[in-house]
């Protein structure tokens, strides 16, 4: 029986929080479920719909799996290497976890959502980090969360575990950032008034350009 693996990001722009990776493996029959539930691209969504339909989504797939990337790995990665790599990285990681909820016999067409705009040097670079490629087959596209049920799943899922994290630090702290994007005013206005406070929280991603301009430029009070 060939499967269906769907694998997108949530979380790749903000300047706080963290970066998730969602994954879903589905039959044929659970597709077509999905899609009558309206299941879309998590960008077309509210979030409550999200939130409805990230549990329709967990009880009726063969197995999915959510993994985050931590601004200290972001900005690791970003210095050091490329934040594409990062993401490959945890992608075959939600590949092989699925892979193996899969069992040995099935055949999965896997479909990835690339972030890259070089789709075939980061297809190449995801399959390497891989371990088992056995009855995969792996391809990478552009909006692929707008095309593929599997991947607007799986856009769901990672985009819950975002607004999840973003809120759990919102209660941490106690302070209003908005949505952790470099343009929302809201963000600004954090990184100005408390972004040294938190500097070393572990929830900026100091390697951000908007964290740079904004905090360590001698304390500047505006974006540029």
């Known amino acids: 029986m060939n499967l269906l693996l769907g694998v997108d990001d949530a979380g790749r722009g903000p300047v706080i929080g963290n970066m998730f990776l969602g994954g879903v493996l589905i039959d044929s029959e659970q597709e077509a479920f999905l899609k009558e539930q309206n299941v879309k691209d998590s960008k077309l969504l509210s979030h409550p719909t999200r939130v409805r339909l990230s549990k329709i989504i967990e009880k009726n797939s063969i197995a999915h799996k959510v993994v985050s990337a931590t601004p200290e790995e972001i900005d690791h990665y970003v210095e050091t290497n490329s934040l594409n790599t990062l993401e490959a990285m945890k992608m075959a990681e939600v590949i092989d976890?699925?892979?193996k909820k899969a069992g040995g016999k099935n055949k999965i067409e896997v479909v990835?959502?690339?972030?890259s705009i070089n789709i075939s040097a980061w297809t190449e670079k995801l399959v390497g980090f891989v371990k088992n490629t056995e009855g995969l087959?792996?391809?990478c596209e552009?909006?692929?969360d707008a095309n593929h049920i599997s991947v607007s799943a799986?856009?769901?899922l990672a985009k819950v575990a975002r607004e999840g994290n973003v809120e759990d630090i919102r209660k941490k702290i106690k302070i209003n950032f908005g949505s952790g994007y470099p343009a929302d005013p809201k963000v600004k206005e954090f990184l100005i008034k408390h972004g040294r406070k938190f500097e070393n929280s572990g929830i900026i991603r100091k390697s951000w350009g908007t964290w740079k301009a904004i905090v360590e430029k001698n304390g500047q009070k505006k974006l540029f």
Request: hydrophobic share 45%; aromatic share 6%; charged share 25%.
């Open 112 to 115: 990835v959502d690339c972030p």
């Open 97 to 99: 976890f699925l892979k």
């Open 154 to 156: 799986a856009s769901i």
């Open 137 to 139: 087959s792996i391809k």
């Open 142 to 144: 552009h909006k692929a």
